[in-house]
């Protein structure tokens, strides 16, 4: 007879009322687990014959508590029935009536019950009936009135809601209008680091914040936009006009707050930079950052010590900061020149036309997460505010693609306030749509990510982006590897197509967020220099290509995404080639830096605890070779390190059921008592785990009992 370790006992269950708390109810096309919002009166306790039945109200687990996601329980329920059952007898069995069977819909009957409640427990019973196929109450909920905006100017901001007008293809926008029945941006702070902002303007006034603005040129609390000063004011618009006012035009969040920043009416130092990006990052959710280095494609630059030290501790400490990819294409520039749109604390935004097809200006970079609408040549610009108290329709570059999807970002973290750069990195790259889907590219990289140099994942998708932030888990404890080869010494063959090849054997294993490429190169004609990171999946980035930039050496550090979610181990291969003669180059040094999470299952701060990293241990390891692997230790709270320590119980449910975390393989039995005086009997023995949890719910009817688990041990 197998032996019993007792893991639990003395534990008081107490059984709960006469109707559960949650239920499984098919509602609104899908399965869904509702939970009752509180504990109503029972009909029958209510004294006077006359008085209302109070409403029950049911909410999705999970999901956030709106007029549009109550529920309201109805007397009512919704049978579908084996053919040749009868309706009247399945009512008359369970003392309902027979309301209705809707020609409509054969097969299908209303039962009405004599209360909501008793429709509720009623719907489950019938789930049991053998003459019965599905059972489900009938729910009330309130429906959006489906209205856009009363802005008169919001029918020409195709960005928002393209219909085809003039001659835009229809649906090439940011899909935004079904989000803002639920999310506009409340709560959410949007700093706009520009030139200054028209602090007047009638559709931006009633969403600035002004407690917190600052002037960074001037050094004083009023970042008012002068003359000259024409590009805050649009961005503003672009991320947070007022919406639905009868005015202008929406932003994309109309209902979040604005704050200027004033910083590049001026020149602008190392120092005032990093007060820009770091000012009053505790209330700034979003910062939107249309600017940076010379778009000349001659261009080298990022920030400084301190900005980029700002950059770290800001999206570090939770504050998004939104980036322009760049203007430059015709004049050979790339994001990843640009050392604000490439680091991997941003997120660069690329742009498209009206079509959907690359705008004509918009840079190409590996480092680029998503594209946003926005002007091109020929096409239509940008409609938003303008200076002066104006509005304008020419506005575009990057420079509105930007707080566009700044805009986007302001309704994910209303809608789920916990993400971080990274979630919101990963949900915009999973979310976007493949537009443009005929140009060759596309790839899928092995974690099935979708990239292009010029759209980065794809056209933003703010629907799909916040329908992913409601639901999302927290991407795992930032970790980074880090592997140099020095000393190299290697000549570049001069106009040669090949070039040469440097590998990065990789044995650590995780799973690859950004990777960085840093290089010390010596070389008369920097231009020249191609360089190309394949993974050990064979995800290639295209890192460097020719331009025009006559200067000399590229000591540099590049960055890509495209390997977002594929696994870091393995062979990554360098490439670097000079496909021009006359001039000629050597690598003296190349640093290879991967960033993400490990990937498996088991939690960081668990990992950290007991093996002081999260590298060590994957799901798979049984670090004290028990039997149980460490990820089973984790689920069931034991010690990985510790052979002896093999059991542990979670919780204790007042739902009429026990619960506890379970290991793989094992077996449990259960005892009860509802006095301890007498002992224990079993109440059920050979329980199979079903990991990660086991539901234990056949439990006797006892008002109290005590109960205690044992797990096999031989």
């Given at each position: 007879?197998?032996?019993?370790?007792?893991?639990?006992?003395?534990?008081?269950?107490?059984?709960?009322?006469?109707?559960?708390?949650?239920?499984?109810?098919?509602?609104?096309?899908?399965?869904?687990?509702?939970?009752?919002?509180?504990?109503?009166?029972?009909?029958?306790?209510?004294?006077?014959?006359?008085?209302?039945?109070?409403?029950?109200?049911?909410?999705?687990?999970?999901?956030?508590?709106?007029?549009?996601?109550?529920?309201?329980?109805?007397?009512?329920?919704?049978?579908?029935?084996?053919?040749?059952?009868?309706?009247?007898?399945?009512?008359?069995?369970?003392?309902?009536?027979?309301?209705?069977?809707?020609?409509?819909?054969?097969?299908?009957?209303?039962?009405?019950?004599?209360?909501?409640?008793?429709?509720?427990?009623?719907?489950?019973?019938?789930?049991?009936?053998?003459?019965?196929?599905?059972?489900?109450?009938?729910?009330?909920?309130?429906?959006?009135?489906?209205?856009?905006?009363?802005?008169?100017?919001?029918?020409?901001?195709?960005?928002?809601?393209?219909?085809?007008?003039?001659?835009?293809?229809?649906?090439?926008?940011?899909?935004?209008?079904?989000?803002?029945?639920?999310?506009?941006?409340?709560?959410?702070?949007?700093?706009?680091?520009?030139?200054?902002?028209?602090?007047?303007?009638?559709?931006?006034?009633?969403?600035?914040?002004?407690?917190?603005?600052?002037?960074?040129?001037?050094?004083?609390?009023?970042?008012?936009?002068?003359?000259?000063?024409?590009?805050?004011?649009?961005?503003?618009?672009?991320?947070?006009?007022?919406?639905?006012?009868?005015?202008?035009?929406?932003?994309?969040?109309?209902?979040?707050?604005?704050?200027?920043?004033?910083?590049?009416?001026?020149?602008?130092?190392?120092?005032?930079?990093?007060?820009?990006?770091?000012?009053?990052?505790?209330?700034?959710?979003?910062?939107?950052?249309?600017?940076?280095?010379?778009?000349?494609?001659?261009?080298?630059?990022?920030?400084?010590?301190?900005?980029?030290?700002?950059?770290?501790?800001?999206?570090?400490?939770?504050?998004?900061?939104?980036?322009?990819?760049?203007?430059?294409?015709?004049?050979?520039?790339?994001?990843?020149?640009?050392?604000?749109?490439?680091?991997?604390?941003?997120?660069?935004?690329?742009?498209?036309?009206?079509?959907?097809?690359?705008?004509?200006?918009?840079?190409?970079?590996?480092?680029?997460?998503?594209?946003?609408?926005?002007?091109?040549?020929?096409?239509?610009?940008?409609?938003?505010?303008?200076?002066?108290?104006?509005?304008?329709?020419?506005?575009?570059?990057?420079?509105?693609?930007?707080?566009?999807?700044?805009?986007?970002?302001?309704?994910?973290?209303?809608?789920?306030?916990?993400?971080?750069?990274?979630?919101?990195?990963?949900?915009?790259?999973?979310?976007?749509?493949?537009?443009?889907?005929?140009?060759?590219?596309?790839?899928?990289?092995?974690?099935?990510?979708?990239?292009?140099?010029?759209?980065?994942?794809?056209?933003?998708?703010?629907?799909?982006?916040?329908?992913?932030?409601?639901?999302?888990?927290?991407?795992?404890?930032?970790?980074?590897?880090?592997?140099?080869?020095?000393?190299?010494?290697?000549?570049?063959?001069?106009?040669?197509?090949?070039?040469?090849?440097?590998?990065?054997?990789?044995?650590?294993?995780?799973?690859?967020?950004?990777?960085?490429?840093?290089?010390?190169?010596?070389?008369?004609?920097?231009?020249?220099?191609?360089?190309?990171?394949?993974?050990?999946?064979?995800?290639?980035?295209?890192?460097?290509?020719?331009?025009?930039?006559s200067v000399d050496n590229l000591n540099w550090t590049f960055s890509t995404v495209r390997n977002w979610g594929e696994t870091s181990s393995g062979d990554w291969v360098v490439t670097i080639l000079d496909n021009y003669a006359g001039d000629t180059g050597t690598i003296n040094a190349l640093t290879l830096a991967l960033y993400g999470s490990d990937g498996d299952d088991i939690d960081d701060t668990w990992e950290v605890e007991h093996f002081g990293d999260t590298i060590t241990v994957n799901n798979s390891s049984d670090t004290d070779s028990d039997g149980s692997s460490d990820y089973d230790e984790w689920i069931a709270g034991t010690q990985p390190t510790n052979a002896a320590s093999t059991f542990a119980i979670e919780t204790l449910s007042p739902e009429q059921k026990i619960c506890w975390t379970s290991i793989s393989g094992k077996i449990y039995m259960i005892e009860y008592t509802t006095n301890l005086l007498n002992g224990f009997q079993p109440l059920e023995t050979n329980i199979i785990a079903t990991p990660p949890q086991n539901i234990f719910t056949n439990l006797p009817p006892e008002d109290q009992a005590f109960y205690r688990i044992f797990l096999e041990t031989d």
């Amino acid at each position: 007879m197998s032996a019993f370790k007792q893991t639990l006992s003395f534990l008081l269950f107490a059984a709960c009322g006469v109707y559960a708390q949650t239920y499984q109810i098919h509602d609104g096309g899908m399965a869904r687990t509702f939970v009752v919002e509180a504990i109503p009166v029972a009909p029958a306790a209510l004294k006077d014959t006359a008085a209302v039945e109070p409403q029950i109200i049911l909410y999705e687990a999970g999901a956030k508590k709106t007029e549009f996601s109550k529920r309201i329980a109805t007397k009512q329920v919704l049978v579908e029935l084996k053919a040749g059952a009868d309706p009247v007898a399945l009512a008359k069995k369970y003392k309902a009536i027979l309301a209705d069977s809707p020609a409509y819909a054969p097969g299908f009957h209303i039962l009405e019950t004599t209360s909501a409640l008793n429709a509720l427990a009623l719907s489950e019973t019938l789930r049991n009936d053998p003459s019965v196929l599905s059972a489900e109450p009938l729910l009330a909920r309130k429906h959006q009135k489906k209205s856009l905006p009363n802005d008169p100017r919001f029918t020409n901001q195709w960005h928002l809601v393209n219909s085809g007008q003039n001659g835009g293809t229809a649906g090439v926008d940011i899909n935004i209008s079904n989000v803002w029945n639920t999310y506009q941006g409340s709560n959410i702070v949007i700093g706009i680091i520009d030139d200054g902002l028209d602090l007047d303007h009638e559709d931006l006034v009633a969403n600035l914040n002004t407690n917190i603005d600052w002037d960074f040129n001037y050094n004083d609390a009023v970042p008012q936009a002068e003359s000259g000063d024409t590009h805050g004011t649009p961005c503003a618009g672009v991320a947070a006009g007022r919406g639905n006012n009868g005015l202008g035009i929406s932003g994309a969040a109309p209902r979040a707050s604005l704050v200027g920043l004033r910083l590049i009416s001026l020149a602008a130092s190392d120092s005032q930079e990093a007060g820009a990006l770091s000012h009053s990052n505790s209330l700034i959710h979003i910062k939107s950052n249309s600017w940076g280095p010379s778009d000349d494609g001659k261009t080298l630059a990022g920030p400084g010590t301190l900005a980029a030290a700002a950059l770290k501790s800001g999206a570090e400490s939770g504050t998004l900061f939104f980036w322009a990819g760049g203007n430059g294409f015709a004049e050979g520039d790339n994001a990843n020149y640009d050392g604000y749109a490439n680091s991997i604390y941003t997120i660069a935004i690329a742009a498209v036309s009206d079509q959907g097809l690359s705008s004509d200006y918009s840079e190409l970079g590996a480092c680029l997460i998503v594209a946003a609408p926005s002007s091109s040549n020929g096409r239509q610009g940008i409609t938003t505010t303008s200076a002066n108290g104006n509005y304008e329709s020419n506005f575009g570059g990057t420079s509105s693609a930007t707080p566009l999807a700044a805009g986007v970002g302001a309704l994910m973290l209303e809608a789920n306030p916990n993400l971080g750069w990274r979630d919101v990195q990963e949900i915009l790259m999973t979310s976007s749509r493949k537009n443009d889907a005929s140009d060759s590219e596309w790839i899928s990289n092995a974690a099935g990510f979708h990239f292009n140099h010029k759209y980065g994942a794809g056209l933003i998708d703010a629907e799909a982006a916040i329908d992913l932030s409601t639901t999302w888990t927290n991407l795992g404890v930032y970790k980074n590897i880090s592997y140099s080869l020095t000393n190299l010494n290697q000549s570049i063959p001069d106009n040669n197509i090949t070039g040469i090849t440097n590998t990065f054997y990789i044995t650590q294993n995780f799973r690859v967020e950004y990777v960085t490429l840093t290089t010390e190169i010596t070389h008369t004609y920097r231009s020249d220099i191609e360089i190309w990171l394949t993974s050990p999946s064979g995800t290639q980035s295209q890192l460097a290509w020719r331009n025009d930039d006559s200067v000399d050496n590229l000591n540099w550090t590049f960055s890509t995404v495209r390997n977002w979610g594929e696994t870091s181990s393995g062979d990554w291969v360098v490439t670097i080639l000079d496909n021009y003669a006359g001039d000629t180059g050597t690598i003296n040094a190349l640093t290879l830096a991967l960033y993400g999470s490990d990937g498996d299952d088991i939690d960081d701060t668990w990992e950290v605890e007991h093996f002081g990293d999260t590298i060590t241990v994957n799901n798979s390891s049984d670090t004290d070779s028990d039997g149980s692997s460490d990820y089973d230790e984790w689920i069931a709270g034991t010690q990985p390190t510790n052979a002896a320590s093999t059991f542990a119980i979670e919780t204790l449910s007042p739902e009429q059921k026990i619960c506890w975390t379970s290991i793989s393989g094992k077996i449990y039995m259960i005892e009860y008592t509802t006095n301890l005086l007498n002992g224990f009997q079993p109440l059920e023995t050979n329980i199979i785990a079903t990991p990660p949890q086991n539901i234990f719910t056949n439990l006797p009817p006892e008002d109290q009992a005590f109960y205690r688990i044992f797990l096999e041990t031989d």
